[in-house]
């Protein structure tokens, strides 16, 4: 029913539901109005409504970048990150974008242009993802995409590339100096996300579990045990429903948003805390400038310095497990990769642009994707979802999975199914003859 629903429906609901997929991130919307010197620069007419894609040239940082021919924002033809070793690199940040300023998703030249790191240790794995032979799976699918960003990993020159880009997907309308000093705190991942498996067959298999309502009396708890990791993100509730969810949880993926606000909204089906399970991997997306203030916090090991989170001690909401060595934080690099590649949705031509990203969930099952070789989906959105609540801890009362308008549910539930029948990775689905188990391959 939600699907039909105009735009003025879904933003009417946006604006007047609490959920944990939801988020809206104004905090700086207004402030800076640099914008108009800037469109000047676009190429494409300024505020042109109609459909034509704008590509858009970066001259506008000539003023303040000292740019050099080898700068990758100036020489957009290169084609990997990695050229630009020999950029000279930039001294002060660039002029501070506006959402405002664009009507819908500015397409820059340097668009689909990610960094990449050579993961070193050669995959065994004969059966693994990796391996795909769907032609347009390996075009898209970059098995090197910089997966996180690290204090290291970030400069000016990074800084400046990135700010061309929306929350959570860059650091566009941000100020340098009120997210710089956090992502200078971020500590280089010391080990892969996961570990290679010892032994067998080489193959690391990996379970995502979302928490869509398909999965109440489903009994896939201890096939998801069974995985070498399980992926699980959001209100991952497992106490009182391991025999349909598992009980392990070995990455955690959230934001600031969604750990703190899982406990209010899940407690009365027993949520308490995040997942903490010995040894547990955390990775946050940092959705918005709410994540980068909870950032400094939980890095320092001290309270929130400003934001919706002011004064709220972060290390309290990992139960013990938070370890630094053990924390990651995804770069923005990945999140516009899978968006761009994987997830362009047409929303993104519509104003309310800057609030159109994929779900957590689809964020996770695609971190699973690049770090694993053979994964299953559980509780992911499928054909029929509408048979099922909303959420697999709602067991009594159906309620409607609703369709916030800053994600695309379609689209992603279409994605799986592709990717599904490509065989690229396992959707837990049940069709009318029962349930079908995802089995292992
Ligand atoms: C900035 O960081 C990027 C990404 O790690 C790197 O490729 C680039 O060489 C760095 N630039 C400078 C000037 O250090
Ligand atoms: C999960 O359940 C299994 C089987 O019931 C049990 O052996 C194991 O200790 C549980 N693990 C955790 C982390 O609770
Ligand atoms: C953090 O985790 C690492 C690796 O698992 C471990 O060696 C270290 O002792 C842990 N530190 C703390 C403070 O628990
Ligand atoms: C936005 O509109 C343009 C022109 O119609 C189209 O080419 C492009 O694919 C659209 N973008 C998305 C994300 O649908
Ligand atoms: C959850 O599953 C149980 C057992 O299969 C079923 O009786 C119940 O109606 C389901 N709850 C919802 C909300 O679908």
Request: proline share 6%; charged share 25%; hydrophobic share 35%.
């Amino acid at each position: 029913m939600a699907v039909q629903a105009t735009r003025t429906f879904y933003l009417l609901i946006v604006l007047s539901v609490s959920s944990v997929f939801y988020f809206l991130s104004w905090e700086h919307s207004v402030e800076n109005a640099c914008w108009k010197t800037f469109s000047g620069k676009l190429s494409g007419k300024k505020g042109n409504s109609t459909p034509r894609p704008v590509v858009l040239t970066t001259t506008l940082q000539v003023k303040k970048v000292v740019s050099t021919k080898a700068n990758p924002l100036t020489t957009p033809k290169k084609h990997q990150m990695s050229t630009s070793t020999n950029a000279a690199a930039a001294e002060s940040p660039m002029p501070v974008l506006s959402k405002k300023s664009f009507k819908k998703l500015p397409k820059w030249d340097f668009e689909d242009v990610y960094n990449q790191d050579g993961r070193p240790g050669q995959r065994t794995c004969p059966q693994s993802l990796r391996n795909s032979k769907d032609e347009s799976f390996k075009k898209a699918f970059l098995p090197n995409i910089r997966l996180f960003l690290h204090k290291d990993n970030i400069n000016m020159s990074e800084w400046n590339r990135l700010s061309h880009f929306n929350n959570p997907f860059g650091f566009m309308e941000y100020k340098y100096d009120d997210v710089m000093p956090s992502l200078k705190l971020i500590p280089k991942p010391t080990e892969p996300l996961l570990l290679p498996k010892p032994g067998g067959d080489g193959c690391v298999r990996c379970a995502v579990v979302g928490t869509a309502g398909i999965l109440n009396g489903s009994n896939a708890g201890a096939d998801i045990d069974s995985h070498d990791y399980v992926f699980r993100m959001n209100g991952a509730v497992t106490k009182g429903f391991e025999e349909d969810v598992g009980n392990r949880t070995s990455v955690y993926v959230h934001t600031a948003h969604s750990i703190t606000t899982s406990i209010y909204l899940f407690r009365r089906y027993g949520y308490m805390a995040a997942p903490h399970s010995e040894g547990i991997k955390y990775v946050l997306i940092p959705e918005g400038m709410r994540d980068f203030q909870w950032l400094e916090g939980l890095l320092k090991g001290e309270s929130v310095r400003a934001g919706p989170y002011h004064k709220k001690m972060p290390r309290t909401y990992y139960s013990g497990q938070y370890n630094e060595s053990r924390f990651y934080v995804l770069h923005q690099d990945f999140l516009r990769y899978v968006r761009n590649r994987f997830l362009m949705s047409p929303n993104l031509n519509a104003s309310f642009w800057p609030i159109v990203r994929p779900t957590n969930g689809a964020f996770t099952l695609f971190l699973a994707l690049h770090t694993c070789d053979i994964v299953s989906a559980y509780g992911f959105m499928t054909e029929d979802y509408s048979k099922y609540s909303n959420y697999y801890f709602e067991k009594e009362i159906k309620t409607k999975v609703i369709f916030y308008s800053n994600h695309d549910y379609n689209l992603e539930k279409k994605l799986w199914k592709s990717l599904h029948d490509r065989k690229i990775f396992k959707l837990y689905q049940k069709s009318e003859s029962g349930p079908e188990k995802p089995k292992q391959r």
